[in-house]
C-alpha cells in the first residue's frame, strides 16, 4: 500500500499528491489513472482537464494578439507612423485579448476550483485539498489586467 496522501494540490495540468512522509506524487489531467486514487476526486479531474486546455488555448491567442498590439504599440513611436488605424488596432487586439483571459480564467476557477472537494477522510487518514488559485493563475490574471490597461492607453493616446 502506498503511503497515503495529506494534502491534494490542484494545478493547471496536473493533481499533486503529496504523502505524508512528504514525496510528491504527480499525476496529470490526461492520464488515464487521474482521480482513480480518490472516487470522489474523478469527475473533478475531467472537468479540471478540459479546463486546463481551454487556459492553453486562450493563452496561445493571447499571444497572438499581444504580437499584434507590440506592432501597433512600436508603430505609433514615430510620428510619420502614429495612425489611427495604429491606435484602434492596439486597442482592439488588447481589449479582445484581455476579454478572453479574463473568461477562460473565471472559467477555469468555475469548472475545476468549485468542484473539488474540501477534503476526503479514507479510512483514518483526513485528506485536505488546497483549493486555492495558483501562482500561474493570478500571473495570467495580471497579464490580463495589463492588456486591459494597455488598450486604455492606447485610446486616450492621440494620434496627430
Known amino acids: 500500500q502506498s503511503d497515503p496522501s495529506e494534502k491534494v494540490f490542484i494545478g493547471s495540468s496536473a493533481i499533486v499528491n503529496q504523502t505524508v512522509s512528504g514525496d510528491e506524487i504527480v499525476t496529470a489531467y490526461s492520464d488515464s489513472d487521474c482521480g482513480s486514487q480518490y472516487v ?8 479540471c482537464e478540459d479546463a486546463a486546455g481551454s487556459v ?11 504580437i499584434g498590439s507590440v506592432c ?9 507612423n502614429d495612425l489611427n488605424y495604429f491606435k484602434f ?13 479574463t473568461i477562460t480564467l473565471i472559467s477555469f476557477a468555475s469548472r475545476c476550483k468549485q468542484n473539488l472537494p474540501t477534503s ?8 485536505t485539498f488546497d ?13 490580463a489586467v ?4 494597455q488598450a486604455v492607453l492606447h485610446c486616450l ?4
Open 131 to 143: 483549493n486555492r488559485l495558483g501562482v500561474s493563475w493570478m500571473l495570467t490574471l495580471v497579464c
Open 157 to 160: 493616446m492621440p494620434a496627430p
Open 56 to 66: 492553453a488555448v486562450t493563452t496561445i491567442i493571447s499571444f497572438l494578439a499581444n
Open 146 to 149: 495589463l492588456s486591459l490597461l
Open 72 to 80: 501597433s504599440a512600436a508603430s505609433r513611436l514615430s510620428d510619420l
Open 120 to 127: 476526503l477522510t479514507v479510512g483514518v487518514t483526513v485528506i
Open 40 to 47: 470522489e476526486v474523478q469527475p473533478a479531474c475531467r472537468d
Open 89 to 101: 488596432m492596439g486597442a482592439l487586439t488588447n481589449t479582445l485579448s484581455a476579454i478572453t483571459t
